[in-house]
């Protein structure tokens, strides 16, 4: 049961971060680390990589931090079960869409320099699979970018020769000054549709309810993602993704309830992958975040009933979807 569990997961995370580079939107400024500040087990995505280093944020939000690696820092899967220990990787193989556990010291700018880096192998074979899915998408929006880019140039050229030659053409030269500015919002479009890759908009968000000590998606869940899906149905989804969210309430301990609202979050996209045919490559990363961020008081039994929940977050993608703003209209 166990393995089949791993493999489901593995088979919607092949797909997930959906074409921008980590999986969520992520706020612009970095989270500082003290200089000479030691830290354990940061966890987090790879949102983007950098020559020797990554930005690491959570996957549902927040401040990102900035990670370095040097020559010193070792980069492992975690360790399997009692005989089978953690094997050694590259710095290479810390990818964009890797979930991963850093340790490391904080410098003078506000970095952290990994001294560890450790991550599943299940996850470092879903980031690979992210590669080949975002990299042509972006080498193609970046050469088409670089392609308007020289036609401006060309106009502009055309435009500064045309003046020297014949001062007397101004009418001519004005239209050719209209075509160079038309080309530059064209290529700022270009871009913007590049930077939206990493810009989500959340359209809605539909909740599920679990009872104690329950991962079972009942008839009343159910029925709450039927209505969710015939909504869904009447929209224009081009550019959107889903993510699903486990939550816990206060009920047995911190790590049973993390792993129970994973359990949630697994049997929402099961019933969306297979009884509504949801495709896997619309899925964000699945988390659950066990007993934080609740939304009610767990001292109450109305409060818990509340806390025992899957989000479902419908977003779109503004780079795929096209909605980032021309600025030449």
């Not at 080309?183 to 930077?195: E, L, M, S």
């Amino acid at each position: 049961m166990k393995n089949s569990k791993n493999k489901l997961g593995a088979a919607l995370l092949a797909t997930f971060m959906i074409l921008a580079g980590a999986a969520v939107t992520f706020a612009q400024d970095y989270s500082r680390i003290p200089n000479g500040q030691e830290v354990k087990k940061m966890k987090g995505i790879v949102i983007k990589r950098a020559g020797d280093s990554f930005t690491m944020g959570e996957t549902m939000g927040g401040t990102p931090t900035m990670v370095l690696m040097t020559s010193a820092t070792e980069v492992k899967s975690h360790k399997r079960g009692v005989f089978r220990g953690s094997k050694e990787y590259g710095a290479t193989y810390v990818l964009r869409g890797l979930r991963v556990e850093v340790d490391g010291v904080g410098n003078a700018d506000g970095q952290l320099v990994a001294s560890k880096i450790r991550f599943d192998e299940q996850d470092l074979r879903t980031a690979q699979a992210l590669m080949t899915t975002v990299d042509p998408v972006e080498a193609d929006l970046r050469a088409k970018l670089k392609a308007q880019q020289e036609e401006q140039e060309r106009l502009a050229g055309q435009l500064e020769e045309t003046t020297a030659v014949a001062n007397t053409a101004r009418a001519e030269a004005a239209k050719a000054q209209e075509d160079a500015k038309k080309a530059q919002a064209t290529a700022d479009f270009a871009n913007n549709r590049i930077n939206g890759l990493d810009d989500f908009d959340t359209i809605k968000t539909v909740t599920v309810y679990f009872t104690t000590n329950s991962s079972l998606l009942n008839a009343k869940g159910k029925a709450t993602i039927d209505e969710a899906a015939e909504w869904v149905k009447t929209q224009n989804t081009k550019g959107w993704v889903v993510a699903v969210v486990g939550y816990a309430d206060t009920t047995g301990n911190t790590a049973r309830n993390r792993s129970l609202s994973e359990r949630r979050a697994n049997s929402v996209i099961y019933y969306l992958v297979t009884a509504k045919k949801l495709q896997p490559q619309r899925l964000v990363q699945p988390f659950g975040y066990g007993q934080l961020e609740p939304v009610a008081d767990n001292k109450t039994a109305t409060g818990r009933a509340k806390n025992r929940r899957v989000e479902i977050k419908l977003m779109v993608n503004k780079g795929i979807a096209g909605t980032v703003q021309n600025p030449g209209q």
